[in-house]
């Protein structure tokens, strides 16, 4: 995941399902940031 990406843009302009991905993840203590599957790419 491009955190960068995320961290440089408004919250209305992130791609639909964002946030729920970075839930996900920050949820999961088992995930690793390479788990996004190229998501914001």
């Known amino acids: 995941m491009d955190l960068n990406f995320l961290e440089e843009t408004p919250?209305?302009?992130w791609p639909e399902g964002a946030g729920k991905v970075?839930?996900?993840i920050l949820s999961?203590?088992?995930s690793?940031?390479?788990?996004?599957?190229?998501y914001f790419t």
């Open 11 to 13: 919250p209305w302009e």
């Open 28 to 30: 999961n203590n088992r």
């Open 22 to 24: 970075l839930f996900d």
């Open 32 to 38: 690793d940031v390479s788990d996004d599957d190229g």
